[in-house]
């Protein structure tokens, strides 16, 4: 449950695409909609994330929510307030001779954005998400496609609209995100948090431009437009590009150093499984080994490579020149060495590091090097530690919530085109097409 109320608390989405809902209500989405205001839908797409997300929204929104939950404690659901408790249905099951009927429930949160707007935290499963929209089915609300729900999120609204460009790009990176952390990123972009930033910069270019044509007229040629904030803020949100940009892809973790220092037996204790063999024959591992997990909720790819060293052997050589390469391109190296085995020294790699002291049981002097961490990968002894410290580095790139980020090449062009103009009318054309595309 706790994975519930962390998903609630930073991932609250608005609309996500979804290529399934339940088997019931399934009448055409845009007919649905004209029959009736009351709709729901599977914001999270199917079978990829261990929590799903489904909208509720319409005047019958409350009432079909609340006959089919029971919150654990009594008080009154309140707007924005994560409330936890069982989904049973409407009730259909079988009197047990205590006058109420008994139902198989599910462990849920429901979350109430507006009066006539919630949101439902289930299992990712598809029997949990298919049980729920089809009680919703059973007490008059429609299922509808994804992109045809008509209540935007970001912004209060009446009726239906069409999301921006930003918020329906942002809708797909959503669905491909894998872990609690990269989905938060997405989630704010779908609620507008890239969108909002562009939308008032463009409504101060447009009254600028005209101002501009009107002082044109007049013989002046001011630009009343804050240049100069809008280029700082735009350098601001291009500075987690790097990050936004890749959000559905896990970030790649190297192990590197030389033959035998335990690179292999480090990878399988931050797993805690045997992935990569394991033994005390240097050269064991001649090629680029892969393996994922996440880490603090960010989804990792660990790299376990070749030792490094002078050989003559023609395939561990290749197994080398594939190590420096995977390392040179990685997002962070753990630089791997033991007490009688230095790391291997590269001053000019871009690439972040971590230095970590294996084998550190065999050191005959305390270490005083605070910048290295000491394991014994084989009884897992400073894991822990090595794992926060990966999280700390890797996130210390990620945005602060609300954060406005560009999650594909088409923004961050634009964002740039930004930064090489002042004139209000190019200005204006840029914003609009930062968020709905080439006119």
Not at 11 to 26: A, E, F, H
Not at 109 to 130: L, N
């Amino acid at each position: 449950m706790r994975q519930f109320i962390q998903l609630a608390r930073f991932v609250t989405p608005k609309k996500m695409s979804s290529k399934k809902n339940s088997n019931g209500g399934k009448a055409n989405s845009r007919e649905a909609l004209r029959l009736g205001p009351s709709v729901c839908t599977q914001f999270t797409g199917a079978g990829r994330s261990a929590i799903a997300v489904i909208g509720v929204a319409g005047p019958a929104a409350r009432p079909a929510v609340m006959r089919c939950f029971t919150a654990a404690s009594p008080r009154e659901v309140k707007p924005n307030e994560i409330r936890y408790g069982d989904w049973h249905g409407p009730m259909r099951g079988v009197d047990d001779g205590s006058g109420v009927e008994s139902v198989a429930s599910e462990s849920i949160v429901v979350i109430m954005r507006a009066e006539d707007q919630w949101e439902v935290h289930c299992h990712g499963g598809t029997a949990a998400i298919d049980r729920i929209l089809a009680d919703l089915n059973e007490v008059g609300i429609t299922s509808v496609k994804n992109e045809d729900w008509p209540h935007p999120w970001f912004a209060a609204s009446v009726g239906p609209v069409t999301p921006s460009l930003l918020v329906r790009e942002a809708t797909a990176v959503l669905t491909q995100c894998q872990t609690v952390r990269t989905a938060a990123v997405a989630m704010d972009q779908v609620r507008g948090a890239l969108h909002d930033w562009a939308s008032q910069w463009l409504n101060v270019a447009d009254r600028s431009a005209i101002l501009r044509a009107a002082d044109e007229k007049a013989g002046d040629d001011r630009t009343p437009i804050g240049i100069d904030d809008l280029h700082r803020e735009v350098r601001a949100i291009l500075a987690y590009a790097a990050i936004g940009v890749r959000l559905t892809a896990p970030f790649r973790v190297v192990l590197s150093g030389r033959p035998n220092v335990g690179k292999s037996s480090l990878i399988n204790a931050i797993l805690g499984y045997d992935r990569s063999i394991a033994t005390a024959i240097a050269g064991t591992t001649r090629d680029v080994l892969h393996a994922e997990t996440v880490i603090d909720g960010l989804p990792i790819r660990l790299t376990d490579t070749a030792g490094i060293h002078d050989s003559g052997e023609s395939i561990e050589r290749e197994g080398i020149s594939r190590a420096l390469r995977e390392a040179s391109t990685a997002d962070l190296v753990l630089a791997i060495q033991t007490p009688d085995t230095p790391a291997i020294a590269d001053p000019a790699s871009p690439t972040p590091r971590i230095d970590v002291l294996n084998k550190s049981d065999l050191l005959t002097t305390k270490s005083s090097a605070n910048d290295v961490i000491q394991t014994i990968a084989t009884t897992g002894e400073g894991i822990d530690v090595l794992l926060s410290a990966i999280a700390d580095r890797l996130i210390g790139a990620f945005p602060p919530a609300k954060s406005p980020v560009p999650l594909n090449e088409r923004q961050v062009r634009c964002l740039e085109k930004l930064l090489d103009t002042t004139e209000p009318l190019r200005l204006t054309a840029t914003l609009k097409e930062l968020l709905d595309g080439p006119a």
